[in-house]
């Protein structure tokens, strides 16, 4: 059985992650706001300029990134 968190836990601090330092730290691929959404992230805050994630994404953001180049390598027709 899974198990609950006590009433009073506090809620976990979100490390912040920029989408610049999120491309950053992909150099040299890049990705927008919108492309990260499509995967499924959304920014912790949804106005203003600067995008920020919730940086214990990060590893799931590079998952969801390498299982999308793999489906456009895989559906890409070899040369004969």
């Given at each position: ?10 809620p976990r601090e979100?490390?912040?992650?920029k989408?610049g330092?999120?491309?950053a730290?992909i150099?040299?691929l890049?990705i927008?706001?919108?492309?990260l959404?499509?995967?499924?992230f959304?920014?912790i805050?949804?106005t ?14 590079c998952r969801?990134m390498?299982h999308?180049l ?10 004969a």
């Open positions: 059985m899974a198990s609950t968190p006590a009433p009073n836990a506090a979100v490390a912040k992650i989408l330092d999120i491309n730290r150099a040299p890049l927008s706001a919108d492309g959404a499509l995967l499924g959304k920014p805050n949804p203003g300029a600067t995008k920020l994630y919730d940086q214990a994404q990060f590893p799931d953001m969801a390498i999308g793999q489906d456009a390598a895989d559906q890409y027709p070899l040369a």
